[in-house]
């Protein structure tokens, strides 16, 4: 039986930023690939071309997160889901009211409810296949998370420090700044980061309920 390696903190950084650059293969995607494939900007994508697009980056983002969350346990043996704790009363406030404050920030940075804004927009078939990718995308943000969270623990010996979700905000938060081309989007981007992180401390890093509390954070 192969045995696995003692985990260290840059191991963990580099997981953390293997699901940063997962997210990035919808880049590759979309301005390499695609453009030769259907003959258009992405800005100009049929209903059809925009819908397979998400399909193939669900795929991807899928692959990747199986593949982090395989390596993670089998070479290095950090299973992340083995936090099953349960919160108490407090706890769940705590989380909740994080959870709230983050879709008050999503509503003042939309100008409303985004949800609703999106289904208007989009038209209940996209509507439908987009927030697929949304859930896709929360999956490996998580991931970032939980690896960030991971290292900074092991490299500074404190676990009362949002580690993870400064590493989501330092790369998925910030990077909306070059892809908005708006500094207040990567400011609000690293800010939610940071509660997405703080969220998954307060549960006690039980990615079974901080998945979807992260997830109501980040689509509503």
């Not at 903190?9 to 580099?14: G, H, K, Q, R, T």
């Not at 071309?49 to 998400?54: L, T």
């Not at 980061?193 to 079974?208: A, E, F």
Request: with cysteine; charged share 15%.
């Amino acid at each position: 039986m192969k045995k696995t390696k003692a985990i260290g903190w840059m191991d963990c950084l580099n997981l953390g930023l293997y699901a940063f650059l997962g997210l990035g293969l919808e880049v590759v995607l979309a301005f390499l690939i695609e453009p030769i494939i259907f003959n258009t900007s992405i800005a100009k994508y049929s209903t059809g071309q925009i819908i397979s697009h998400w399909i193939v980056t669900i795929i991807l983002w899928g692959i990747m997160a199986l593949i982090l969350t395989k390596v993670s346990k089998r070479k290095y043996g950090f299973d992340y889901w083995a936090y099953k704790d349960e919160l108490n009363r407090k706890e769940w406030t705590i989380a909740l009211i994080l959870v709230l404050l983050a879709i008050g920030i999503s509503i003042w940075s939309w100008r409303g409810f985004k949800v609703y804004k999106e289904f208007h927009n989009l038209g209940w078939l996209k509507f439908i296949f987009q927030y697929m990718y949304y859930l896709m995308e929360t999956a490996l943000i998580l991931l970032i998370v939980v690896f960030g969270q991971k290292a900074g623990e092991l490299k500074f010996h404190k676990s009362n420090i949002p580690w993870g979700g400064i590493l989501v905000g330092l790369t998925w938060g910030l990077v909306h700044a070059l892809t908005k081309g708006e500094l207040m989007v990567g400011i609000l981007g690293f800010v939610s980061g940071i509660l997405y992180g703080t969220v998954y401390l307060i549960v006690k890093k039980n990615v079974r309920i901080a998945y979807p509390l992260i997830a109501c954070m980040f689509i509503f």
